[in-house]
């Protein structure tokens, strides 16, 4: 099952805490019940989206691998049930 | 506040080039282009904002501007031979400056035109007419006391306000002659609350980034003096945080933290003195919005505060002893520590957190990434928690003889609501000592912090408990 959890990698580089993404640390408390157990949020050094303008604008973080540009918590969410359905 | 934050990120990429008078016309051209659209009515009114906000960080007020034709880079050059500071702190960027409509109560389509009609009945002022069917306010008479909207039915009236007026507990913001808000400094008590308010970025805090910068270039040596919250500003260890103002070009760093371990001792007793010869309560004095809201404010409540100085005080004092010809920076989390800063005899510029953090990002810094820096002077664990609500306090009581019974009062946050709190102090008290922080969480929650003041907090314990207790420590 702990397979099977969605990853969600937060960065906590300098840019991406200027920019906003200490608030990204409090992704685990603010999941909804029903996505409770089902993600594993971690802190992340930064994960170098910053250094290449493509990526979009910091706060960065990652879901399952897949880069998330302008974070923020309600984004997040709604981008990790985008990933549950797939 | 992100676009702050990026303003402040290209002047100090500017700086460490030393192509600060070349490079700054460009900064609202690079940020606003041409084909992408605009935030306010046109491009070149967003440019014109960035202009405007630009000449605050490069130290200025803007209505010190005589002719609207002079560039940026005019102001840097000015800028770079400033000799003289000011202590007005805030300014506020007319140009971004909305001027929201003055607060009211307005009447939207919701109304349903009911017959009771009970914000017409219930109006004291008689401002309310009907006009086709729907309320109408008259606003020449209103006097925005708000029945109309308490018992409409329909929840059909709303309170409109002006947020920079609203979120300041003192009244010091207000509309000039042409709507745009002014700071009245006579009662301003630099909380920076409006600045953290306003929507549209209008208020902004004067910068002394240019004066640090000339400074390093002349090869004066500069000496970081970080504030207690500063722990809890980035993911990463007191060692990595202080490490990186190495890495930043400052050539010595000290924790404040130090000073409030003389401030906790010269409180406790203090208090221990004032409680023994009578007197009925002692408040904290180590948050500069709060003595200058009793000064300007709560006249009656002045015999009751602390006379101890701030952790800022002493920690500078020993900085300056140490460091007799250098220049010494405050890392602050607040604009009232950069006033504080500019009434100091030891400080000379204060950096705020936000600057600071933009600096390490224009330096290519990744805090995380740095190794640990062993600490050489380890302030107290409780010196370190002078950063949150609550830690003054705690200190306090830690040192204070345990036959001193303390009954502690927090105020943590001024609003309007806690100022008439502490104005009933002096007639009646229900402590005996009471620790005022002006920002709600205690300078973790000042207006220039970087992290959201839970994360902060989270943070700054893992600070305080790395250090030693006070209690063991010799200050």
Redesign the interface.
Known sequence: MDDKKIEVLVC????C????G??L??LSECLPPDLRGMVDVK?S??LDFCNHPKNGRPPFATINGRCIAQASVSLLIAEIRKEIKG | MLIRRELITRVVRLLIENRLEEGINRIPIEMRPRKNGSVRCCVHKDRAVIKYKLMALLGYNISDEVDELTPLSDYARMANQRTELTDTVLTVVDEACSSCRKTSYQVTNMCRGCVARPCMVNCPKDSIKFVDGQASIDHTTCVNCGQCLKVCPFHAIVYMPVPCEEACPVGAISKSDDGVESIDITKCINCGKCMTACPFGAVMEKSHLVEIFRNKREGRKLVAMVAPAIAGQFSADMGKILHSFKELGFDYVYEVAEGADITTKVEAAELQERLESGAPFMTTSCCPAYTQLVDKHIEQLKPYVSHTHTPMYYAAQVARHNHPNDVLVFVSPCPAKRWESFHDPNVDYTLSFEEYGAWMVAAGIDVNALRSTEIERYPSGEGRGFGASGGVTQAVKALAPSTLKITDIQINGIDKAAIRQLKSFPKSCPGNFVEVMTCEGGCIGGCNVISNPKVALRQLKQAVEAAPSIVNQEV
Request: proline share 7%; glycine share 20%; with cysteine.
């Open positions: 906590s580089g300098t840019l805490y200027l920019m906003g200490s608030e640390q409090l802190g050094p930064c």
